[in-house]
């Protein structure tokens, strides 16, 4: 589990702790109208339900379903989150889901958070396809797989609901075979 590894300028990725519920829910607090923008659970992102993902986030990583982790700065501090939404063992496949506080977007940093957990799927877990989706209008996110060069399949019509509106998902994935093996090659 890449737990502590580097990343661009100094950020580094780290499980997340029940003790990092305050951090963790002042964060989202003070990104609310970003977040809740391309993500439904921002809406009304309590304390207790922040402690309740934190939770979740343990359990999915103890029944082996993955993991979620924090990015953190130089000093410390989360910025964001990165994490396997689900892992389908069965089909060997995953997917990836992640935010950055807007202040902290712009440096490279998500995008090698996610390269270090695709790696992960695709050479220690050996997995076959690891997806990545995004609302249509949420550049940023999908500048991420399109920079890791993640395929674009297709779009899902209104498969996510916020509140009484729904929205679509860009769908990109990256298979086995497609992933680069660090010395520009293609993996085997």
Do not use: C
């Amino acid at each position: 589990m890449p737990e502590l590894e580097d990343l661009l300028n100094g950020h580094r990725l780290r499980l997340l702790r029940e003790s990092d519920a305050d951090e963790l829910h002042a964060l989202i607090e003070a990104n609310h109208a970003y977040l809740a923008r391309w993500m439904a659970w921002a809406q009304g992102q309590t304390r207790a339900q922040t402690l309740d993902f934190i939770r979740s986030a343990h359990r999915q990583m103890v029944g082996n379903a993955g993991f979620h982790l924090a990015v953190v700065d130089d000093a410390g501090r989360i910025v964001g989150v990165v994490g396997f939404i689900g892992v389908d063992w069965t089909n060997r496949a995953a997917s990836i889901g992640y935010w950055l506080a807007e202040a902290a977007q712009g440096q490279g940093t998500m995008t090698e958070a996610v390269r270090s957990l695709v790696a992960h799927a695709l050479e220690e877990w050996k997995l076959h396809r690891v997806e990545i989706r995004a609302e249509p209008e949420n550049l940023r996110s999908r500048a991420i797989a399109q920079r890791l060069g993640f395929q674009q399949e297709g779009t899902l019509r209104q498969v996510v609901r916020f509140g009484e509106r729904y929205a679509d998902h860009v769908v990109y994935a990256m298979l086995a075979g497609e992933w680069p093996d660090g010395r520009g090659r293609l993996a085997t």
